[in-house]
């Protein structure tokens, strides 16, 4: 199997990929970002495919087709999501049909969207978490890999609880991933270069 990692940010959740050895074939960010410096060159290629437009000119059919055309090149079978932060366009869920997975700082379907943590602890539950979940055009809305929940402590703030539920995010996910490799399958779905 060939993995493409999608990067955003610091990539610490790379980072945990690269140590559980998961077949990282591919690094995509939409912006300069340390996540770009993380896979060694001669094992995997880091590449930018930038993304200058975050107003509503924004063509974001166009921007996932870039993206699905390195995908196509390096025989992609699975992507991950780890802090990726653009929304990516119908076309390319048709490219890798089911074959997307992403995390959330939530216990999904309550507080989906950017602001997981803040707006749960906003409606004040004792209990949130974190979610891997296959990636679909309607954001934090595919079915659910698996789930772990996190107590909510009296004195919580938004960063601390984040930290506290990072910590499950990163073993959790690669957890999941690991499977998904092993078995060759999300869903049922066989991928694309499994045997």
């Not at 060159?41 to 975050?54: G, H, I, M, N």
């Not at 707006?119 to 772990?148: F, M, R």
Request: proline residues 6%.
């Amino acid at each position: 199997m060939r993995m493409a990692v999608l990067v955003s940010g610091s990539g610490t959740l790379l980072e945990a990929m690269i140590e559980a050895e998961l077949p990282i074939a591919l690094v995509i960010a939409d912006r300069p970002c340390r996540g770009l410096e993380l896979v060694d060159p001669a094992a995997a290629p880091s590449v930018l495919v930038e993304r200058t437009e975050f107003g509503a000119s924004f063509d974001r059919d166009e921007y996932s087709d870039r993206v699905a055309v390195l995908l196509a090149e390096h025989d992609i079978d699975l992507v991950a999501m780890a802090g990726f932060g653009t929304i990516l366009g119908q076309r390319l869920f048709e490219a890798m049909p089911g074959r997307i997975v992403n995390t959330h700082p939530a216990l999904l379907p309550s507080f989906p969207g950017w602001h997981g943590v803040r707006d749960a602890l906003d409606y004040g539950v004792k209990v949130t978490g974190c979610t891997i979940h296959v990636a679909t055009p309607v954001v934090d809305d595919g079915p659910i890999l698996a789930q772990e929940a996190v107590d909510v402590l009296p004195d919580d703030t938004e960063a601390s609880l984040h930290e506290r539920i990072k910590v499950v995010e990163r073993r959790l996910y690669i957890d999941t991933l690991s499977a998904i490799a092993a078995a060759g399958t999300i869903l049922d779905q066989p991928l694309q270069g499994a045997t």
